[in-house]
């Protein structure tokens, strides 16, 4: 190797030491018994608020199943929100609120799985919660939500492992409420810019290497 390569290498060898720890991805699985709700229209609402309002999260809702049937109206987008449950959904924290919110007659149960970034620079974490609603948005039934918004669960992005995780439970008097649960995956690095970009020079210079030999 040259000089002039060595040292190419060696700024990018100091690129990667004092550049900051790769994002990642914390990955749960969602899984709702509506079975005592089977035919009822309801909305789910997928919120996410900006606590700090200076570091950013994306929050990604993807393989949702359902034995129930979504619409008939489409989705109402409110902020930084896109996509679609058939596919995947993604909701940002450019605006303080943001939600997607679908109109579904419910089935025996949903399952969804969701993604966060987990970014916190100090203050009042970003924040994820789950709603099922009536079709006046307001809640369908009752939670152990302190917040007395009856979440089914509410998810603090504050830079500790998968974050700050609350599951509430159902508080209905119904003989067979629904229940769900939310269990943690393994978390996902996602590499970075730079990671990247050693990974291409690298290659770049094997190959060179091997042409020089020939």
Same mark, same amino acid.
């Given at each position: 190797?040259?000089?002039?390569?060595?040292? *190419?290498?060696?700024?990018?060898?100091?690129?990667?030491?004092?550049?900051?720890?790769?994002?990642?991805?914390?990955?749960?699985?969602?899984?709702?018994?509506?079975?005592?709700?089977?035919?009822?229209?309801?909305?789910?609402?997928?919120?996410?608020?900006?606590?700090?309002?200076?570091? @950013?999260?994306?929050?990604?809702?993807?393989?949702?199943?359902?034995?129930?049937?979504?619409?008939?109206?489409?989705?109402?987008?409110?902020?930084?929100?896109?996509?679609?449950?058939?596919?995947?959904?993604?909701?940002?924290?450019?605006?303080?609120?943001?939600? *997607?919110?679908?109109?579904?007659?419910?089935?025996?149960?949903?399952?969804?799985?969701? +993604?966060?970034? @987990?970014?916190?620079?100090?203050?009042?974490?970003?924040?994820?919660?789950?709603?099922?609603?009536?079709?006046?948005?307001?809640?369908?039934?009752?939670?152990?939500?302190?917040?007395?918004?009856?979440? #089914? *669960?509410?998810?603090?992005?504050?830079?500790?492992?998968?974050?700050?995780?609350?599951?509430?439970?159902?508080?209905?008097?119904?003989?067979?409420?629904?229940?769900?649960?939310?269990?943690? #995956? +393994?978390?996902?690095? +996602?590499?970075?810019? #730079?990671?990247?970009?050693?990974?291409?020079?690298?290659?770049?210079?094997?190959?060179?290497?091997?042409?020089?030999?020939?």
């Amino acid at each position: 190797m040259n000089k002039v390569a060595q040292n *190419f290498y060696a700024g990018l060898l100091f690129l990667v030491i004092v550049s900051p720890a790769p994002v990642c991805a914390y990955v749960f699985n969602v899984n709702v018994d509506t079975s005592s709700l089977a035919g009822t229209n309801a909305n789910l609402a997928f919120d996410f608020i900006d606590g700090d309002g200076t570091v @950013n999260n994306t929050v990604q809702i993807s393989n949702f199943l359902t034995d129930g049937s979504l619409g008939p109206g489409s989705a109402l987008l409110t902020g930084n929100a896109s996509g679609s449950l058939n596919s995947t959904v993604i909701l940002g924290d450019s605006d303080f609120f943001n939600e *997607f919110l679908q109109p579904i007659t419910l089935g025996n149960s949903l399952h969804f799985q969701l +993604e966060t970034t @987990n970014a916190f620079a100090g203050g009042i974490p970003d924040s994820f919660s789950f709603f099922s609603l009536d079709s006046a948005d307001l809640p369908l039934f009752a939670t152990t939500d302190a917040s007395g918004t009856d979440a #089914l *669960f509410a998810l603090d992005l504050n830079g500790t492992g998968n974050g700050d995780l609350s599951v509430f439970a159902s508080s209905s008097t119904q003989p067979d409420p629904p229940t769900w649960s939310i269990v943690p #995956l +393994e978390t996902v690095p +996602e590499p970075g810019s #730079l990671g990247l970009l050693m990974i291409g020079s690298w290659s770049l210079y094997r190959l060179n290497k091997r042409k020089n030999r020939t």
